[in-house]
């Protein structure tokens, strides 16, 4: 079966701690993305990447840090920064054709983060 | 940058009955709207999107119209059945490779 998946469906932090949400697409997509959803929310983007060992900022960056060592993998990592991180967290991805069209996101089924 | 906004924020309907969410962007450059179904606890599905060159676009009780004067799109879904129940997210593209998400809407069917 070809999508993506996120481990571990459900994460607890405590205070201080670093916590890693994993990604992983076998889809065949340049494109990845992580977004945040709050109670009744819409979805923020966090960061998102068009490429292996690329990334950029999405709109609510600060305190989370992501990598893209492989195109099927895009971890995302909540770091002790973030002072608010209970929420749940979607991972997407596209197809990357370049120029103005834009794409389909597929999603996973998510990672709710809670803190102890 | 783009900004998209999604109305109603909640929706009752009757089994059968039509239900229509509206949502308007900003940016005249956005070219791809998709809306997507997001059941509890999961993640959110795509169940139709429409490109900025057509005006409407069907799939069984589904449709999406888009007005680009107005700056403004809608899904309906007709004949509506108590599976139908979730939260909408209506989203627009800008720059290509970003969406910008609607606030969603949670439609109830009541049988």
């Known amino acids: 079966d070809g999508g993506i998946t996120q481990s571990p469906k459900y994460l607890f932090r405590k205070e201080g701690q670093n916590v890693t949400l994993s990604c992983e697409q076998n889809l065949n997509h340049d494109a990845m993305y992580w977004y945040r959803q709050d109670p009744g929310q819409g979805l923020r983007l966090i960061y998102y990447s068009q490429i292996v060992n690329d990334f950029q900022k999405g709109d609510i960056a600060e305190g989370y840090s992501v990598s893209r060592e492989k195109k099927e993998s895009f971890p995302l990592t909540v770091t002790s920064a973030q002072k608010n991180p209970t929420a749940f967290y979607l991972c997407?991805?596209?197809?990357?054709?370049?120029?103005?069209?834009?794409?389909?996101?597929?999603f996973g089924p998510g990672t709710r983060l809670l803190v102890l | 940058g783009e900004n998209v906004e999604q109305h109603p924020s909640t929706l009752s309907v009757q089994e059968g009955d039509s239900a229509v969410i509206k949502c308007t962007y900003s940016?005249?450059?956005?070219?791809?709207f998709p809306w997507y179904k997001q059941e509890l606890g999961k993640g959110p599905q795509l169940i139709i999107d429409?490109?900025?060159?057509?005006g409407e676009k069907k799939d069984q009780r589904i449709a999406v119209t888009l007005n680009k004067t107005a700056k403004h799109f809608s899904l309906h879904i007709t004949e509506t059945q108590p599976e139908d129940s979730a939260v909408y997210f209506c989203?627009?593209?800008?720059?290509?490779?970003?969406?910008?998400f609607g606030a969603g809407t949670i439609l109830r069917v009541k049988s």
């Open positions: 989203a627009a593209s800008n720059p290509p490779d970003k969406l910008v």
């Open positions: 997407a991805s596209s197809i990357n054709r370049g120029g103005s069209r834009g794409e389909t996101q597929y």
């Open positions: 940016d005249s450059a956005s070219n791809y």
């Open positions: 429409i490109r900025s060159n057509v």
